[in-house]
């Protein structure tokens, strides 16, 4: 079993004990995701790195993002790998004026549901992640609820379904989720051969203002940066050098 099916089925098992339990009764009004800029993410741990930053406070943080010019915060809502929670969305979205996007393995209806009902205003969906008859359903129930798609790449060969999907953003991961291999030159591959599906957004490995201006020159629309970030020892200021560049 790949890296990526450990982390599906463990987010579906978690999801199922969650269904137990009743969801808020009413989610804040959306806030419309933007197609540009920088997506600055809340992120505590990850399978590959291990803990980033297990005690970080997720308003603080995301105060920090919002101060630095940040135009949009990504959470972290996995629990077991990536030690994140749909209240850590809650409390950032929460404390500052900006869009949020649930990042999950989301492969359930319910999964979706409950990412608008804590407050996501856009999900993460990835081609790796199920075939296309279970991820291209789940991008209709996210626009009939009013939410964005993050739609997720890796490969050349994910395109067809991203198309189909007909995303509001077009993410192409550096890191192959099955392995957890970063591969730099992912992003340059892919771009040329991905512009016309939706704007994209580079993932994985941008860490510095030369990162930043090398996936733009590109053709990146936004950056989604979450270690680099959430271990700066000034958040602040490290998100206003990457939106800067």
């Known amino acids: 079993m790949s890296h990526l099916a450990k982390l599906v089925a463990q987010a579906v098992a978690d999801a199922r004990e969650r269904e137990k339990q009743p969801l808020p009764l009413e989610a804040p009004p ?54 994140g929670s749909l209240d850590d969305l809650q409390v950032a ?17 319910f999964q979706v549901r409950e990412a608008r009902a804590y407050g996501a205003d856009a999900i993460l969906l990835i081609a790796a992640a199920a075939p296309l008859a279970t991820l291209r359903p789940l991008r209709q129930l996210a626009r009939e609820l009013g939410m964005a ?3 997720e790449v890796h490969e050349e060969s994910e395109l067809d379904a991203a198309r189909a999907c007909e995303p509001d953003l077009l993410g192409v991961n550096a890191r192959n989720l099955k392995t957890l291999e970063v591969h730099p030159g992912a992003f340059a591959r892919i771009a040329p051969l991905a512009r016309e599906i939706a704007p994209l957004v580079a993932e994985s490995g941008v860490r510095t203002p030369d990162d930043a201006r090398r996936l733009r020159a590109l053709g990146a629309s936004m950056l989604l940066v979450g270690e680099a970030l959430s271990s700066a020892a000034d958040p602040q200021s490290a998100t206003r050098r990457l939106v800067q560049a």
């Open 149 to 151: 798609v993050l739609f």
């Open 93 to 109: 979205r929460a404390a500052a004026p900006l869009p949020v996007l649930r990042k999950d393995f989301i492969v359930t209806e």
């Open 30 to 83: 959306l806030r419309s995701f933007p197609r540009a800029g920088l997506i600055a993410e809340v992120k505590r741990a990850s399978p590959s790195r291990g803990a980033i930053n297990p005690g970080l406070d997720p308003a603080q943080l995301a105060q920090a993002y919002a101060l630095g010019g940040a135009s949009a915060i990504s959470v972290l809502t996995d629990r077991v790998h990536f030690g």
